[in-house]
């Protein structure tokens, strides 16, 4: 195991640029429900949307020296994926490392820890996705892993794997499926433009799924 | 026990419309500081609000099932309150779902578990009370109860009751006492009104309330 | 050990207002990384600012009575800090509460509870750092203390401390420190501007603080 | 709606005795995996086990004025059921409590608090299932209801509900429902018994359910 | 500020053998129900009991450098009551310290954080009263503060005053107050039996303490 | 990626054995303080243990059918690890479960969720590392992965892996680095015995570390 891996494959631009118009909703549910970071790991101010290649990161608990490691080798549009180990009343990550991500052409970044100067990251126009505001200081004194997988928001997140943001939260999409989750994200957004115009329409969910006959298959006497 | 209930009393327009002038803490204070469904359920957007009467919902957990045939059922006006077990991790309420209840004319939603394609809710102007965002999707397999009461923000919902949802939260006013709550309450609201109006001039409600007398009563020697 | 403490020792007016310029991620900084409440206790609506000596109050949980004595011999520029025993689900704060406060002059409100009410505290203007929403209501039974030591955030307010709070929470500093504390955070302040700008510049934290070399003197061998 | 209700069916003896064999689990299975109060309600001590027919009660929280009511009218082999509003850090319930429920010949005690005194629990053999240890006191001075239903660990419990506690916590079977769910419960544990009797001669679910041919189906091509 | 204290007033060893009698409720209830460290702070296995003066200290969080000078200064009979901040998924105490605990001849040790080596602290007959087990590794690189006032579990704690561990949690005991509260805990205690007697001969609190007059003068029409 | 993977490398008998003289506690740190996996993954009862190679399974929340897979393939001496995805209010394993584990020879099982019938585990000794008891009922309708590298306790377990649980709680030992680890962690107990007779002796961290001289660096002036 190499503590830090300079070498990995990373997605198409071409491919990124399709995954914008995927919400992090269809994303998930094209990978049979799963990849889902949770609800903890928020767009740090409503609105925020990213979409690029995750480069991982992992940390000490209040310890944020291997993340300056990860923002030195980093490149434009990198999504930088970091976890402190799940203990979110840690601020690794203010003014400064906003300026410092906008210098160096950062997509944005996923932390499971809270952020501290709310008002610069917002200004600034990095999307941050993080668990809230803290701004318990960290040190710099021990070093971790970059680009080596990640277990984060209950989620395993490889180096070149794409980061999916947006309000509901985060998304992965391991790269070695990605081509296959985006066709059927897009057909299912597709289908959905359709079930919505039918819904407008006057038909509901329950009629289109058949599902009192299915309720009665179940050996349910419904009225409906 | 008929697991869908297609008859129960429900209120008077009149009593719903009086009702949007009640904030939720006034009924809340009103009903002896009961039938809050707590601070985890919350507008999923600041501003929003709702008031009508409940269509109530049993889902398994992860299982929306049952809640397509509450919106099958539902009449305009109505508040669709559905429990699907307590687990916040749950986006069982999209932004089908969203156009789908304003097809049918729904006042809103209140929901005991995350939603998903939050811009959409906000954009179509529906309201939901909800624990927040969540992507985690959710199956059609087994069937609930439509119309019988739940547990729902630690609280029991009936069908009919009525549902009052602000900036602060969602309270249930049990059909049997809303008239009475409602009396009280409009008394309430026009005291405060005067009781603010004092403050402003300069009276405060230690001594309104004459508590240093009732401290000394208590045995206390306070300097105040 | 007196119930309600009328004089004790308070900061300046200039002390007061210098720390305005001052974050509350600088201070909490400057003081080894400590004196933070936690991020729990939030500002009520996004960009809420306070800087004031602290009016300390202990409440009984769910019994307001004592805030309403720290109320009446609260000062204009007070921030009132008040806890109720650390369970957020009580709503002791509200439009009443609130309208008094601005009457009183007070600079803002800290309590370890939900707020009710929202909206006119945001309309009124009145910073309040809090743990969100809650109508559950409150009684006017028991008497605390006023002005005395106590416990919130897991911190220790003491009377006359200064209470700063902004978008990233809320944090004291003690009174017999402030002066030392304000030109560490001042200097802290004037040395990131250079940081971020050497950050726009192609520098990055991992060059400038040389820790390629700190990490071989950790036995690492990093490809950086 | 009477605050206090003293005549309300309850089951037979011999009811009470053939549910003594049942699990929480079993009994939980047989009515579609509901009813259950949750991961927080828990034995006071491992072992403790109880059965019998809910004495209902809703408290204001911090306040157990209500509780000795339903202890005035409850009768030998009751089950008092308390909620509290759902915040665990209370004490409502102790060694003189526990005395007094023996003293009644209650069959246990659940509630949604924790408790204090435990050893006296203990020694008492009195079952009680609760949220922990808790010293925090209450008061007595506001009067909730006693036999309506009540909203406690996510479900509805009426009065006469048999309420069946064991080392999984609790789970609360209506009444209207019980004879049925007797039967079924029964039959599940005896199915059990051959179950676990095949898997120690070889078999395994995944066999016995053809799941091999079932995934097949699902369109998955997998090696066992 | 000094930040080690080395000379502070303690309590007679009377006074904490008398204290020895006296349950962590009843000093909680003497103490107009204040002064408990809260349901996270729990005996490390069940029946630990302590009882003796504190040696506080303040450790950065994830770094027990500085609990290594309280554990140097401290005398035998001493209660070290240690706070990290909150985060309880810490493990700064394991068998090692526990040997150097029983060694110094502690009475015990408080933690608001978890434990690691469980077993041996059980078998070497420690009390320690934490937040469970954990084992994430400490530091020691920072120094905080040792025999001044700490923030934990919601209470201060000044080094001196009196600190009482049984099943139910700790509670701490103000130096300044300790005397007063045992005489009152002394004549609740005597007071208790007496109730427990008359519950067992058939009283229940609701008679003796004319409760039906009080709702009735509430204005509530009980049946009973 | 297949769904199921069969072959896959597994640490050798000797390694094993080797390990189980290592605690929890001694692999976290001998691997950096890395690898736990949390406060909340706690034997089922007090003294259970574990050591063995992982056999890995992810199943979709509440649907145990891929677990069962994972019990079909397992082979004697494996430590089933499952993620059902995070919340512990699930009950996917009980006395059925137990039985087949141990009738497959299984050293134990890990779960992050709760486990029904404990009083059947404890009986049949069989190690369950778990959430608590739950008894929340699952399906059998969709199938996740068997022996992919999953996301548990907030860490990456891979199949062959080393998984070891004491009191404290479970440790994921990568296989690349387990003979490593072993040696380190060997060294460490040595050691820790040797600091334990020291501390018998009258020595303490304190001064052994020397760590007087090392605050006086700090620019501390301490007394001591």
């Known amino acids: 195991m190499d503590r830090v891996v300079l070498d990995y494959k990373k997605p198409s ?13 269809s994303a998930h549910e094209c990978m049979d429900r799963k990849n889902y970071l949770g609800m903890s790991i928020r767009p740090f101010y409503p609105g925020m949307k990213l979409c690029g290649p995750a480069l991982t990161c992992q940390c000490q608990p209040l310890d944020n020296l291997t993340m300056h490691a990860a923002m030195h080798i980093g490149k434009p549009g ?16 203010g003014d400064c490392c906003t300026t410092l991500a906008k210098a160096k ?3 944005g970044v996923v932390l499971d820890t809270g952020v501290r100067d709310g008002a610069t990251a917002k200004d600034m126009g990095l999307p941050i996705f993080c668990c809230g505001h803290s701004v318990t200081g960290t040190i710099k004194k021990e070093f971790g892993t970059v680009n080596n997988p990640i277990s984060i928001g209950g989620q395993i997140v490889k180096p070149g794997d794409i980061i999916l943001g947006d309000d509901d939260g985060v998304v992965v999409i391991p790269l070695e499926i990605a081509e296959d989750i985006l066709k059927k994200a897009q057909k299912r957004q597709a289908d959905e433009i359709i079930i919505r115009e039918r819904f407008r329409n006057g038909e509901d969910a329950w009629g289109m799924g058949n599902y009192s006959e299915y309720c009665k298959k179940l050996g349910l006497n419904l009225p409906i």
């Open 105 to 107: 052409g950062f997509e």
């Open 13 to 25: 631009k071409e491919l990124i640029e399709a995954f914008r118009e995927i919400s992090v909703a």
């Open 78 to 93: 990198d999504v930088m994926v970091v976890t402190f180990g799940g203990n979110p009343n840690q601020g690794p990550f």
